[in-house]
Each structure stands twice: as C-alpha cells, then as structure tokens.
C-alpha cells in the first residue's frame, strides 16, 4: 500500500530541524562530496512475491528536459541533459548538481544523498546512476523507518536518474544522519544501486 506521505506523525526525522542546515551525503563516485534533489516519501509496501513484481513493477517518471516536478510547496525538480535543478523554500533562486563535471562516474553504480529542510518538512533527494537493468523503487531507511521515494529520468535511457522524498520534521535529538541506507532497485527486484551511511 503506496501512500504520500505529507506529515509523518510521529516519526523521527533528524535532518536537522532547528534552523535546518543543508547535510548532504555523497556516493562514493561523487568525490566532490556533494548530492542532490527531492521527492515524496511514500510508506515502503509490503514484499511482493518475486513474480507479481516482475509483472507489475514500476519504473521511473520520464520527464521532458527542464519539466519541473513538485515534491512539495516549493519543492521542485527539473533535469537537464547536465545534470539535476531543484529549488526549495529556503533556495527559491535553483540549486544544480551536474552530471557531466566529472565528479560521478556513470559507468559504475552509485547513489548520492542530499537532505535539506525548514521548520515544516526535509526534502530528501538525491542521483542514481551507473546500474545496470530498469530503475524501479527507491527504498530509504532512515529514523523515521522505512520510506520509499519516486523516479525521474529523462528520455532515451541516459544512465542517470533522480529520486526524491518529503518528510515532516520532528525535534532534533542532536544526530545529522536521519538517512542511514539508499537503495534503488530494478523491476527484478535487483539491486540498482546503494548506498549505506553507517
């Protein structure tokens, strides 16, 4: 059962709430130390058997260049053939994170992280890359629990792709890691790409 989630009432999210720096996680291609985007976090469903999952596996939003998504008010994400555009509440002006500055290697997995936030909500998001089969899901473990985000990707199968989730901040118990583990995986079921934190 795939549901937006809003508010997750109750849940920890540590992004760092008060004031809401800017923490972000790099793959290990990504030698810049820098990671993207947003997207809206939707509760991870239950296992499906390997079968139904084949049969009926989602497979990332193709979207035109510079076609802006909302993640949330204020919230939004476009690609580019360079790279991934985004702008949140606090960044109304856009912030880029390139694909072609030589800081990522396509040709081998990866996934970058990126948590960003106001008093409301942290906008997680990030590039996957380099995999091999058709992105699917992304699954993220954070302190909130288990969350699942959406896919962007651009026409003509580029190697690349965004996801991106929104959670509702809680108090602050003094940890920067609300995510702990990224994984994107295929319509298999396979692992596309991952990234562990701890």
């Not at 809680?170 to 692992?191: C, E, I, L, P, Q």
């Amino acid at each position: 059962m795939k549901r937006t989630l809003k508010y997750l009432a109750g849940a920890a999210v540590t992004a760092a709430v008060a004031g809401m720096a800017t923490m972000s996680y790099a793959a290990p291609h990504d030698t810049a130390g820098r990671a993207p985007h947003s997207a809206t976090v939707t509760e991870a469903a239950p296992a499906a058997a390997p079968e139904a999952a084949t049969k009926h596996a989602p497979t990332p939003r193709v979207v035109e260049p510079g076609e802006r998504v909302t993640g949330a008010p204020g919230f939004e994400l476009w690609l580019t053939p360079e790279g991934k555009h985004w702008t949140t509440p606090d960044m109304p002006e856009g912030q880029f994170r390139s694909v072609v500055d030589g800081n990522i290697d396509l040709s081998s997995p990866g996934v970058s992280v990126q948590s960003e936030g106001t008093p409301e909500r942290v906008y997680l998001s990030g590039l996957y890359y380099g995999g091999k089969g058709t992105a699917s899901v992304v699954e993220l473990e954070t302190q909130a629990g288990p969350l699942r985000g959406e896919l962007l990707e651009l026409p003509g199968r580029p190697g690349w792709g965004v996801w991106y989730a929104v959670a509702e901040p809680v108090a602050n118990d003094g940890s920067w890691s609300f995510v702990s583990k990224v994984t994107v995986r295929t319509t298999k079921g396979k692992v596309y790409a991952s990234l562990s934190l701890r």
